[in-house]
């Protein structure tokens, strides 16, 4: 049989399945976003054993990811609540805000963690090697 070269596993769809950064194939994750236990963090990446937890107190820097995500959905929010109704009422805009922002939380908190591992981690880089 001829020798096939794998193709490298891509960012994107690493980063929105919550992939291992150095591998890109074990999850980051063992359970969904909207369980009612929660989401629980994996110590080991299954598939290359990278730990995910660098350093005690590691995922701390993932509330300014997290920070600016809501930040961007209030914004937004806000923007696109006055373009529409054209409302004057600030309790309108508090109740639209705060329940997008509740229904996002799990996402938000999801997706800070996966982001600092795969673009705001010095030195941790993706390795074809191990995606096989």
């Known amino acids: ?59 701390y820097s993932a509330m300014y990811v997290s920070y600016a995500f809501i930040v961007a959905e209030l914004v937004t ?8 109704t054209g409302s004057e009422n600030p309790w309108f805009y508090l109740a639209v805000m705060l329940s997008v922002v509740l229904l996002l939380a799990p996402f938000n908190y999801r997706y800070s963690r996966v982001l600092l591992l795969h673009w705001l981690t010095p030195g941790l880089n993706y390795r074809p090697d191990l995606s096989s």
């Not at 063992?30 to 963090?41: C, E, L, R, V």
């Not at 929010?77 to 529409?84: C, T, Y």
Request: glycine share 8%; net charge positive.
């Open 1 to 59: 049989m001829e020798n096939q070269e794998k193709k490298p596993i891509k960012m994107w769809p690493a980063i929105i399945q919550a992939k291992c950064p150095r591998c890109r194939v074990g999850k980051i994750y063992a359970n969904s976003m909207y369980s009612f236990s929660g989401q629980k963090i994996l110590q080991k990446c299954p598939h290359c054993g990278l730990t995910y937890e660098r350093e005690p107190g590691y995922f």
């Open 77 to 84: 929010l806000g923007v696109s609540a006055s373009i529409l």
